[in-house]
C-alpha cells in the first residue's frame, strides 16, 4: 500500500490569524489522548503533530523483538509516502533547468519506445498517476510468490525496465489517474539514470540533506539500526522488512516522525526552506482522479466538507507497517502516524487531524481519506 489536496488552498477572509493555533498543553493532551485509545490495536505508535508553532510526539507499545517501549527516534519504513520524496527529487530537477515535466519518459528510458502509449508518457505523467501503466509492472506477481513475506526483492532494476518494454497500456497517458506502483518506480529509475546517482543518494542529495531530514533513508546506519522497529502483520507476528529491489522509489524509504513532521512544516512554509519553488511545484493539481481527490505530484489533495480547505495527504504500508501523513495548510496543522504493524493507520491520523482542527476557534473537518495503496 501507499499513499493526499491543492496548491495553496484559500484561506477564509481576514486570513490565517482569524484560526489561532491550540496551545501546546491542548494538543499534547489530544495527540497523547488519541495514541492511547488506539493503542490496543497496535503492536507499535509512533504519532506526531504540530499546529501553528506548537508540536507533539508520542509513542505507545513496543519496537519488537523485546526492545521494551518505542523511543520517539524510532525509524519505520514508511511505505509509498516514499513517492512523495521521488516526486520532491523531480521537482528540484524541474526547478533547476535538467529536466522538465513534459520530458518524456523514453528521453532517460529508451525502453519507452515500444510502445505507441508508452513512447507518450511524460515524467509529469508518472509523478501524477496519469501514465495509463498498470498498478504493477508486469512478472512481479509472479516472482512474489517465492518470497510472499518479502515480495519485491527479488524484482530487481533489469526486470523494471524489460516490463517496461513489454507494457502495453490500453490507455494514451493523461486520460485518467491510475494509481501505479510500477510508474513512480519507473520515474524513480529514470532519476537515477539522469542523474548517475543510485537511487538513496538521489533523495538524499535533492531532498532529504537540502531539508535536514538526517534520519529518512533506505539502508541506516549501525546506530539507525538499533533504532529500527520490527515489523508486524495484522496477526501480531514479527515479519522481514520488505527490500523493494528494483523498485526503491515507490517505497523503500525508512524515517521518524520528527522527519516527517520537519517535511510537512516545509511545504507548510515553502518560501522558508531551502527548496521553495520545488515544494510548491509538488503541491499543484495535475489531475482528478474522482470529486472528491486531485492528484498532485506525488500528494493526494482532499477538499475538506464544509470549509475552504484542502489536505495534502499521503499514506503507506508494507507487509509489517504503516504509515499516514497530511496537512491543513490554512490551519497549519500537520500529523504524522507511523506504526510498525500492518493494519493501516489512515483512519487514526484522519481522526487526530479533525479533533486537533475542531479545537480550535474555527472547526474543520477531515473527511476519511481514500486509500491509495
Same mark, same amino acid.
Given at each position: 500500500? $501507499?499513499?493526499?489536496?491543492?496548491?495553496?488552498?484559500?484561506?477564509?477572509?481576514?486570513?490565517?490569524?482569524?484560526?489561532?493555533?491550540?496551545?501546546?498543553?491542548?494538543?499534547?493532551?489530544?495527540?497523547?489522548?488519541?495514541?492511547?485509545?488506539?493503542?490496543?490495536?497496535?503492536?507499535?505508535?509512533?504519532?506526531?503533530?504540530?499546529?501553528?508553532?506548537?508540536?507533539? $510526539?508520542?509513542?505507545?507499545?513496543?519496537?519488537?523483538?523485546?526492545?521494551?517501549?518505542?523511543?520517539?527516534?524510532?525509524?519505520?519504513?514508511?511505505?509509498?509516502?516514499?513517492?512523495?520524496?521521488?516526486?520532491?527529487?523531480?521537482?528540484?530537477?524541474?526547478?533547476?533547468?535538467?529536466?522538465?515535466?513534459?520530458?518524456?519518459?523514453?528521453?532517460?528510458?529508451?525502453?519507452?519506445?515500444?510502445?505507441?502509449?508508452?513512447?507518450?508518457?511524460?515524467?509529469?505523467?508518472?509523478?501524477?498517476?496519469?501514465?495509463?501503466?498498470?498498478?504493477?509492472?508486469?512478472?512481479?506477481?509472479?516472482?512474489?510468490?517465492?518470497?510472499?513475506?518479502?515480495?519485491?526483492?527479488?524484482?530487481?532494476?533489469?526486470?523494471?525496465?524489460?516490463?517496461?518494454?513489454?507494457? +502495453?497500456?490500453?490507455?494514451?497517458?493523461?486520460?485518467?489517474? +491510475?494509481?501505479?506502483?510500477?510508474?513512480?518506480?519507473?520515474?524513480?529509475?529514470?532519476?537515477?539514470?539522469?542523474?548517475?546517482?543510485?537511487?538513496?543518494?538521489?533523495?538524499?542529495?535533492?531532498?532529504?540533506?537540502?531539508?535536514?531530514?538526517?534520519?529518512?533513508?533506505?539502508?541506516?546506519?549501525?546506530?539507525?539500526?538499533?533504532?529500527?522497529?520490527?515489523?508486524?502483520?495484522?496477526?501480531?507476528?514479527?515479519?522481514?522488512?520488505?527490500?523493494?529491489?528494483?523498485?526503491?522509489?515507490?517505497?523503500?524509504?525508512?524515517?521518524?516522525?520528527?522527519?516527517?513532521?520537519?517535511?510537512?512544516?516545509?511545504?507548510?512554509?515553502?518560501?522558508?526552506?531551502?527548496?521553495?519553488?520545488?515544494?510548491?511545484?509538488?503541491?499543484?493539481?495535475?489531475?482528478?482522479?474522482?470529486?472528491?481527490?486531485?492528484?498532485?505530484?506525488?500528494?493526494?489533495?482532499?477538499?475538506?466538507?464544509?470549509?475552504?480547505?484542502?489536505?495534502?495527504?499521503?499514506?503507506?504500508?508494507?507487509?509489517?507497517?504503516?504509515?499516514?501523513?497530511?496537512?491543513?495548510?490554512?490551519?497549519?496543522?500537520?500529523?504524522?502516524?507511523?506504526?510498525?504493524?500492518?493494519?493501516?493507520?489512515?483512519?487514526?491520523?484522519?481522526?487526530?487531524?479533525?479533533?486537533?482542527?475542531?479545537?480550535?476557534?474555527?472547526?474543520?473537518?477531515?473527511?476519511?481519506?481514500?486509500?491509495?495503496?
Amino acid at each position: 500500500r $501507499v499513499e493526499a489536496p491543492r496548491m495553496g488552498p484559500r484561506r477564509p477572509p481576514g486570513g490565517p490569524e482569524m484560526h489561532p493555533p491550540v496551545s501546546q498543553d491542548r494538543l499534547s493532551s489530544i495527540v497523547h489522548d488519541t495514541v492511547e485509545a488506539a493503542a490496543r490495536r497496535h503492536v507499535g505508535l509512533a504519532v506526531g503533530a504540530f499546529c501553528g508553532a506548537a508540536t507533539s $510526539v508520542h509513542t505507545s507499545g513496543t519496537g519488537g523483538s523485546g526492545r521494551g517501549a518505542l523511543p520517539v527516534d524510532t525509524l519505520f519504513q514508511i511505505g509509498s509516502v516514499t513517492k512523495v520524496f521521488t516526486a520532491l527529487a523531480l521537482a528540484d530537477a524541474v526547478v533547476a533547468g535538467e529536466l522538465d515535466l513534459t520530458t518524456p519518459l523514453r528521453a532517460l528510458l529508451p525502453e519507452a519506445a515500444a510502445h505507441r502509449h508508452t513512447r507518450m508518457i511524460t515524467l509529469e505523467h508518472l509523478a501524477s498517476h496519469t501514465s495509463g501503466l498498470s498498478r504493477l509492472p508486469k512478472g512481479l506477481r509472479r516472482r512474489a510468490l517465492r518470497h510472499p513475506s518479502d515480495p519485491y526483492r527479488d524484482f530487481a532494476s533489469e526486470d523494471l525496465v524489460a516490463a517496461l518494454a513489454a507494457a +502495453r497500456p490500453r490507455r494514451a497517458p493523461g486520460r485518467r489517474v +491510475r494509481y501505479s506502483n510500477f510508474g513512480m518506480a519507473l520515474l524513480g529509475a529514470a532519476l537515477c539514470r539522469h542523474s548517475g546517482m543510485p537511487y538513496e543518494r538521489l533523495v538524499k542529495t535533492r531532498v532529504t540533506a537540502p531539508l535536514g531530514l538526517t534520519d529518512t533513508v533506505i539502508v541506516p546506519s549501525a546506530a539507525q539500526a538499533a533504532r529500527l522497529a520490527v515489523g508486524h502483520s495484522r496477526r501480531r507476528a514479527e515479519v522481514p522488512d520488505w527490500d523493494l529491489g528494483g523498485m526503491p522509489g515507490a517505497g523503500a524509504l525508512r524515517s521518524t516522525v520528527s522527519d516527517q513532521l520537519a517535511l510537512l512544516r516545509a511545504h507548510l512554509d515553502p518560501s522558508t526552506s531551502p527548496m521553495p519553488a520545488a515544494l510548491a511545484l509538488v503541491q499543484q493539481p495535475h489531475a482528478r482522479a474522482n470529486r472528491f481527490v486531485q492528484v498532485a505530484l506525488g500528494w493526494h489533495l482532499s477538499p475538506v466538507r464544509g470549509t475552504s480547505s484542502t489536505a495534502l495527504w499521503h499514506n503507506g504500508g508494507t507487509g509489517g507497517s504503516s504509515s499516514y501523513v497530511a496537512l491543513l495548510r490554512d490551519a497549519r496543522i500537520g500529523v504524522v502516524v507511523l506504526s510498525n504493524m500492518a493494519r493501516p493507520v489512515d483512519p487514526l491520523g484522519a481522526r487526530l487531524l479533525r479533533r486537533i482542527a475542531e479545537a480550535g476557534p474555527a472547526a474543520y473537518g477531515l473527511p476519511e481519506p481514500p486509500t491509495a495503496s
